[in-house]
């Protein structure tokens, strides 16, 4: 099968041929039809991630068809259209058994721990604890988003943050998780400010309907110094847009910087959500624990979410009452993805881009995701 490849880390992965996979036993090979590239990747590219083993295949959120069946698996056919979560979770450990999967003890991730799906095929493990089927008014594309961006976002907005109609919400970082929580948390009808340094994730945001957009590069005018985050002219605009601080602020990028304005951010008994990834080999933040405390805010971490939340979540897509294809910004081949992912780290496309392996094996010209 052709796969995107990396045998160096920080550089450019290449398309090449690498053995089909076979499926172990209680596992089955999917036939990629829509993969996402998410900042994630990124960091498994570049060093990050110490579980990345070389050479590698990147992808963690992707969509497909059931190709072949591994010994003992059953209740699944070939050709069933499915996704499944970036944890593969093994589904009897102690967090497992409390309808924890997303942070399961024994958790393998394709792209990370295991090659992943930046390839025609890739192996769901465990499939009869993460495999997912898709109803027919799911499209692939929509449907690759949940294995981690929106997926992620929707745990961290609605289940971790708790987020309530009305409420102050703020959103640091509009990438692919961003994006989601800004259209999450809008459905669930809060008042959302979004924040970044791009303005055109920034005009997304607001087309997904965040009331209040905020460009974080831009200086003060009065040449003031740097102070303390709590005294930023960014934390002291969201601190007027909200009328006193966000009830849930949400850092979607995973940086010291974000991490800090979203706490500094907050009103009394605010709530901070971390959903991008912070890779201890970058150095840890500086957390502004004094405003935790004098505040008494509540921090909380999320990642990802468990494959048992699909039905409820595959059912407000099916029903129209979240989209999150009107993420997906762009649809590239798969000798493409490895110079996007590349990118990446700099100046990362807006909204979500999607690979479509298809488009090489049968050179259709535009792919339906």
Not at 242 to 270: E, F, K, Q, V
Request: aromatic fraction near 4%; hydrophobic fraction near 45%.
């Amino acid at each position: 099968m052709r796969a995107v490849v990396f045998d160096r880390f920080g550089s450019v992965p290449q398309v090449r041929e690498v053995p089909y996979p076979e499926p172990p036993a209680d596992a089955v090979v999917v036939r990629v039809e829509a993969t996402g590239i998410c900042r994630s990747d990124w960091h498994a590219l570049v060093g990050h991630d110490p579980d990345v083993v070389l050479p590698h295949v990147p992808g963690h959120e992707f969509a497909g068809t059931v190709h072949s069946l591994g010994a003992g698996v059953t209740g699944i056919e070939v050709g069933e259209r499915v996704t499944a979560p970036f944890v593969y979770a093994c589904g009897v450990c102690p967090p497992c058994r409390r309808g924890d999967q997303n942070v399961c003890l024994d958790q393998r991730q394709p792209g990370f721990t295991r090659w992943g799906s930046f390839a025609e095929y890739v192996v769901v493990e465990r499939a009869a604890v993460n495999l997912i089927r898709l109803p027919d008014a799911v499209g692939f594309g929509a449907a690759a988003v949940l294995g981690c961006r929106f997926g992620t976002a929707f745990r961290a907005v609605t289940a971790v943050g708790a987020v309530r109609a009305g409420e102050w919400v703020v959103v640091h970082g509009c990438g692919g998780v961003g994006l989601s929580a800004v259209m999450i948390a809008v459905a669930a009808g809060a008042r959302v400010v979004a924040v970044d340094v791009t303005p055109g994730a920034l005009k997304l945001a607001a087309e997904l309907g965040a009331e209040v957009t905020l460009n974080a590069s831009v200086e003060p005018t009065d040449g003031a110094a740097v102070g303390p985050i709590e005294d930023s002219a960014l934390v002291a605009a969201i601190r007027e847009a909200t009328d006193g601080g966000a009830d849930l602020s949400l850092d979607a990028l995973g940086s010291p910087t974000t991490c800090a304005a979203s706490i500094a951010g907050l009103r009394t008994r605010g709530r901070h959500v971390q959903v991008g990834l912070l890779p201890p080999i970058l150095g840890l933040p500086a957390v502004p624990m004094h405003l935790v405390v004098m505040r008494e805010l509540q921090l909380f971490g999320s990642h990802g979410i468990s494959a048992h939340a699909y039905p409820h979540l595959l059912a407000l897509i099916a029903s129209g009452r979240m989209h999150p294809d009107r993420l997906i910004t762009g649809i590239i081949e798969l000798g493409q993805a490895g110079a996007v992912l590349a990118g990446m780290g700099g100046t990362p496309p807006i909204g979500i881009t999607m690979v479509n392996p298809a488009r090489i094996r049968d050179d259709s010209g535009t792919p339906g995701l």
